[in-house]
């Protein structure tokens, strides 16, 4: 018994320091967007204790309670930045859901031939993307999109982003499809509906949940996604991550509007954590078991 | 279910009247054609253009993307008409097939030309075919192959990740109250964007006059806790804070491989008295080699693509001692615009990545059929 107990703390101890490892950066920049210049350069940890909070990060963003509902600058910027990241990042992930499942529904079905290749091939074709790293490609995408006049579109980026998360999806739904029983479909073919058909009246509902979780995995990595938005956006279709990463570079001194704006970034993202952790986790655990 | 039975028929088969009389065919091809003529008329027109010999064209290239949309839909329609329910059955991977191709191969080889040339953008020269001089240029250019060596080194940080992700994965595993309170809060910092986590850890944080890990680090008597100015300081920060972001994702699919073991087995290891660490070590760690493995190759394929937070915090220094691929070749963009040998950079890189994944993933297979 004695050992047990041992055993237990000891068990809560690791994941209670993980879960502070996780979780205390978060609240360094809360309580650091609530602090005046003072007490940053003191160090200070706790609010009404340490320092007295301020609202000071939020002012210079416009949200804060007296600055909501005057005109401010870095707030219109700010909800611009937000809308384009959100529009770009939930377009491209629904592209790639619709693309994607299809092409999983087409995998897990029917045997296809083109000239050499067959299904174990172009699954291969498919899946082999993932390893090809951003930088392969952002040059002569940088390049190209420059003649089509899709640089700083939001249509260009997207395509781009909807290429880096396709084999993603295909690789999460392929999974899903094959625990369809195939026999559902079979009944309603015979009844003259044509694939498609059965497609989106039988199996497609039944997908539903693994075709949330791939969305929201696509959704997580495109509104992340810095590297390839800091190449092809400068002023339309600019993302909140471009956005901070320049102000890092020039306001670097003032803390409390990093930490703010540092803040409203993740934010989004933290709640989808808490209220949708399920799908995140069904869509990564799809991922391992497959082998 | 059984593969071996069918192989050419379709999993999915249900014998369909497809006659398709010969005038859709013919209409069929009639759309492709066409399409097709389109798409080379505007593109003769606007190269003509281009190059001056025509006074009439497009402002830019765009209206050939058009064409070649109408073009690629076309293709997919005629599959329908020419093919009936066999064409039905190709559009489902069609339109992934043809968007991956468009903006996968063609920048591709696009971006095999550019490499062999002399491409500054800013530059009114245009680009200059200069054929294997970059290549010489990268053999004798020191910071690339210190960046490729840094990349052993980040790569070679993971197995310490999966590590501490299979640890705490176990545990969380294990019978204990407030799981899904773990499991999120674990879960968060993968959520978090790289920017942001650039700020909030690597500039924040580590800030070494007030940062509370600097602060931390005081209070153990490290006299002056500098995260960025020795290299090897700088590059094991890094890999802290790129593991800190991917731990997550690791624990998520390690847990998940857990939940899937065989309970039965377990069960009888411990009626036979089974201590945990033999059962760690003769039962689940086995068990748990194909997740573990799939993990780790996930893991590595992020962990090559890694950049953000290594352009944001250190922009590779101090003296290159924490570059990665990509951030140096954004580098060498940034600073002297040199888009060809970037390109060429990129490529030689691609080309390395898909070498050590073949060996990776032919070892990962056959220690997995040794295995089982």
Not at chain 1, 65 to 90: K, M
Not at chain 2, 43 to 61: A, C, D
Request: aromatic share 14%.
């Amino acid at each position: 018994m004695n050992n047990n107990l041992g055993e237990k703390i000891l068990i809560y101890g690791i994941l209670l320091f993980w879960t502070f490892i996780c979780l205390f950066p978060i609240y360094w920049t809360a309580t650091t967007s609530f602090k005046t210049a003072a007490s940053v350069t003191q160090g200070l940890l706790i609010p009404w204790v340490d320092f007295e909070p301020a609202w000071k990060g939020w002012k210079n963003l416009g949200l804060s309670p007296d600055t909501i509902f005057t005109e401010s600058n870095p707030r219109e910027e700010f909800f611009a930045r937000f809308f384009n990241t959100a529009l770009i990042s939930s377009s491209a992930s629904a592209l790639a859901v619709i693309l994607g499942s299809f092409a999983a529904y087409g995998l897990s079905r029917f045997n296809y031939k083109f000239g050499f290749m067959r299904n174990p091939d172009i699954s291969f074709f498919f899946l082999s993307q993932l390893i090809l790293p951003p930088v392969v490609l952002a040059l002569p995408v940088l390049v190209l999109y420059r003649e089509l006049d899709l640089l700083d579109t939001h249509i260009g980026m997207i395509l781009i982003y909807t290429l880096t998360v396709l084999p993603i999806v295909i690789w999460i739904m392929r999974d899903q499809f094959n625990a369809v029983p195939i026999e559902l479909e079979e009944a309603a073919l015979v009844d003259g509906a044509s694939v498609w058909i059965s497609f989106f009246k039988i199996v497609f509902p039944i997908v539903l949940p693994g075709l949330a979780s791939a969305f929201i995995l696509c959704l997580i990595l495109c509104w992340n996604e810095y590297f390839l938005a800091a190449l092809i956006t400068s002023t339309d279709a600019k993302t909140m991550p471009v956005m901070v990463a320049s102000q890092i570079s020039s306001q670097s001194i003032k803390w409390w509007n990093m930490a703010a704006i540092s803040l409203a970034l993740c934010f989004p993202l933290i709640l989808v954590a808490i209220f949708l952790e399920r799908y995140i986790v069904k869509g990564m655990a799809a991922g391992a078991i497959k082998g | 279910m059984s593969e071996t039975k069918i192989i050419e028929r379709d999993p999915l088969y249900v014998v369909s009247p497809s006659t398709v009389s010969e005038n859709t065919k013919r209409a069929g091809k009639l759309i492709v054609w066409s399409a097709f003529l389109l798409m080379v008329i505007i593109g003769t027109v606007q190269s003509l253009y281009s190059l001056e010999k025509i006074n009439f064209g497009f402002s830019n290239w765009r209206p050939l993307l058009y064409s070649y949309i109408l073009w690629a839909i076309a293709i997919g329609y005629s599959r329908v008409l020419i093919y009936g329910e066999r064409g039905k059955r190709n559009l489902f991977i069609f339109p992934a097939v043809m968007f991956i191709i468009s903006i996968v191969i063609f920048p591709m080889l696009f971006g095999l030309y550019i490499s062999f040339t002399d491409w500054n953008l800013s530059s009114v020269d245009g680009r200059k075919f200069n054929g294997v001089d970059n290549f010489v240029q990268m053999m004798t250019d020191p910071y690339y192959w210190n960046a490729l060596k840094n990349m052993i080194y980040y790569v070679l940080a993971v197995l310490v990740e999966f590590a501490i992700a299979f640890l705490l994965a176990l545990l969380l595993n294990s019978q204990i109250k407030g799981r899904k309170f773990f499991r999120i809060a674990f879960l968060i910092p993968l959520m978090l964007s790289p920017v942001a986590v650039s700020w909030m850890v690597g500039k924040s944080m580590l800030e070494q006059r007030f940062g509370p890990v600097a602060n931390l680090g005081r209070w153990l008597g490290w006299e002056t806790p500098t995260f960025f100015s020795s290299p090897e300081i700088a590059r094991l920060t890094m890999m802290c804070m790129d593991a800190w972001t991917f731990i997550p994702l690791m624990i998520i699919m390690l847990l998940a491989g857990l939940q899937a073991l065989p309970k039965e087995v377990l069960e009888a290891a411990k009626v036979d008295g089974a201590n945990k660490w033999t059962m760690f070590k003769n039962i689940i760690f086995p068990i748990m080699l194909p997740v573990s493995l799939t993990t780790l190759v996930i893991r590595i394929i992020f962990k090559l693509k890694l950049a953000d937070i290594i352009i944001i915090v250190t922009a590779g220094g101090p003296g290159g001692a924490t570059d990665s691929v990509t951030s140096f070749i954004v580098r060498e963009y940034r600073d002297r615009s040199n888009v060809g040998y970037g390109t060429l950079l990129s490529f030689v890189y691609l080309i390395l990545i898909i070498i050590f994944m073949t060996i990776l993933i032919r070892f990962v297979n056959r220690w997995l059929q040794r295995a089982a």
